[in-house]
């Protein structure tokens, strides 16, 4: 089955912790994202990339950190400088070439707490 | 001003009724809409995209108003399972990949 996955459903933070998400799609698509959503809010990119080895900050990138070595993956660290990092975060992949209106496939997301 | 706004609701509806959610973009050389779906704790899932010449899939209808800025979506003979949050999604003119720019969501609960 083609698809995205994301892991781990859950996670919890300790203070001062760094903690990684993982994020793979096996849909052969070019272009990768990162969405942070909170309650009662729509989502916000975090990072982005469209090729392999580069990647852009989106419109709340502080605190966060990405790589993407692979072309399938594209994990998210959420450092200890995220004050608030307790929300739904969410991985999308989208094939590039569509003039703009590449719809965007989101995976099940992780949801991140800190203790 | 919010780049695209909606009304978060919630709207509370009957079986078989009809409701329409509208939504309000900022930026006026935006290019591409979409309505997304999302099921509570889940992903968003694309519901449908948005032309200008409007479009519709089963029960589902959407329509985008460039001269006022909007869009909307139409939902008829409303089934239970259409209770979700629903996205307004809007790619912002002058923006490349990954600039999708998300309304906050409207609730609807249909109900028996």
């Known amino acids: 089955d083609g698809g995205i996955t994301q892991s781990p459903k859950y996670l919890f933070r300790k203070e001062g912790q760094n903690v990684t998400l993982s994020c793979e799609q096996n849909?052969?698509?070019?272009?990768m994202y990162w969405y942070r959503q909170d309650p009662g809010q729509g989502l916000r990119l975090i990072y982005y990339?469209?090729?392999?080895?580069?990647?852009q900050k989106g419109d709340i990138a502080e605190g966060y950190s990405v790589s993407r070595e692979k072309k399938e993956s594209f994990p998210l660290t959420v450092t200890s400088a995220q004050k608030n990092p307790t929300a739904f975060y969410l991985c999308?992949?989208?094939?590039?070439?569509?003039?703009?209106?590449?719809?965007?496939?989101f995976g099940p997301g992780t949801r991140l707490l800190v203790l | 001003r919010k780049e695209v706004e909606q009304d978060p609701g919630p709207f509370n509806v009957p079986e078989g009724a009809t409701v329409a959610f509208n939504c309000t973009y900022s930026?006026?050389?935006?290019?591409?809409f979409f309505w997304y779906r999302q099921d509570c704790r889940k992903e968003p899932k694309l519901l449908m995209s948005?032309?200008?010449s409007g479009n519709e899939d089963g029960r589902f209808t959407a329509q985008l108003n460039r001269a006022s800025q909007y869009i909307s979506l139409l939902i008829r003979d409303s089934k239970l399972s259409d209770s979700a949050t629903y996205l307004c999604?809007?790619?912002?003119?002058?923006?490349?990949?990954?600039?999708?720019?998300f309304g906050q969501g409207t609730i609807l609960t249909v109900h028996p």
């Open positions: 990339s469209q090729i392999v080895n580069d990647f």
């Open positions: 948005v032309y200008s």
């Open positions: 999308a992949s989208s094939i590039i070439g569509g003039g703009g209106q590449e719809t965007q496939y």
């Open positions: 999604v809007v790619i912002p003119g002058g923006t490349s990949y990954g600039k999708l720019t």
């Open positions: 849909l052969n698509h070019d272009a």
């Open positions: 930026n006026s050389a935006s290019q591409s």
